[in-house]
């Protein structure tokens, strides 16, 4: 069974930041990618940053040189720093992660709330 706990959401005022934690545990042989992900209210959920056991990174364009991802594979832990919030970036966000047991299998946190206040 694995499982991914997210941590590190609230509320905060615009311009404001916040950092965003994802734990993965279980019984497993690695982490392949770690992303995070965010739905906001009557929205789909998109993708907001995915960091590979490599290290590489991919953003939204929405969210570029404002947020950024990192891991601590002996943690099995990935971060995201959230900097001049915006309204706009009000979501519930979740931690996703590609587990590897005997193949390779997509988990995802229960969602922790961000809310950027005007």
């Known amino acids: 069974q694995v499982q991914l706990v997210e941590s590190g959401g609230g509320l905060v005022q615009a311009g404001g930041s916040l950092r965003l934690s994802c734990v993965a545990s279980g019984s497993f042989s690695g982490i392949n990618a770690m992303g995070w992900y965010r739905q906001a209210p009557g929205k789909q959920r998109e993708l907001v940053a995915v960091?590979?056991?490599?290290?590489?990174?991919n953003y939204a364009d929405s969210v570029k040189d404002r947020f950024t991802a990192s891991r601590d594979n002996a943690k099995n832990t990935v971060y995201l720093q959230m900097n001049s919030l915006k309204p706009e970036d009000t979501a519930v966000y979740y931690c996703?992660?590609?587990?590897?047991?005997?193949?390779?299998?997509?988990?995802w946190g229960q969602g922790t709330q961000v809310t950027v206040s005007s």
């Open positions: 960091i590979r056991s490599s290290g590489s990174t």
């Open positions: 996703n992660a590609l587990v590897v047991i005997t193949t390779t299998r997509s988990y």
